[in-house]
């Protein structure tokens, strides 16, 4: 079992910057790919961001490519996603994620945090 809690979320206006961050509780961090993802409401949940189980390697989806930035500190048993250029359409409920393989689909992963939620104000 991999226990995973976010922090972080908040409200901030339109081109801030927030730092999301993921604890997990599991001594085999490092065998787990990690992964962010959101849902707005109304919306499906969407794939935000991934990183390999080395951290040698990143994803992004399109909408967040060149503004957000994932990464993970294996000492701290912690994946962070920072967030820049906010805007209103990044408003959503961030949920972290834990698989054996790089999540990329909600179904594809294993473990999931409650969320925390980010609000963007214009």
């Known amino acids: 079992q991999v226990q995973l809690v976010e922090s972080g979320g908040g409200l901030v206006q339109t081109g801030a910057s927030l730092r999301l961050s993921c604890a997990a509780s599991a001594r085999t961090f490092s065998s787990y790919a990690m992964g962010w993802f959101r849902q707005a409401p109304g919306k499906e949940r969407e794939f935000v961001a991934a990183i390999t189980r080395s951290g040698g390697d990143t994803y992004y989806a399109d909408s967040v490519q060149g503004r957000f930035t994932i990464s993970r500190d294996s000492a701290k048993n912690t994946v962070y996603l920072q967030m820049t250029s906010l805007k209103p359409e990044d408003t959503a409920v961030y949920y972290c994620?834990?698989?054996?393989?790089?999540?990329?689909?909600?179904?594809?992963?294993?473990?999931w945090g409650k969320g925390t939620l980010v609000t963007v104000s214009s």
């Open positions: 994620a834990a698989s054996l393989r790089v999540p990329s689909k909600p179904y594809g992963v294993d473990y």
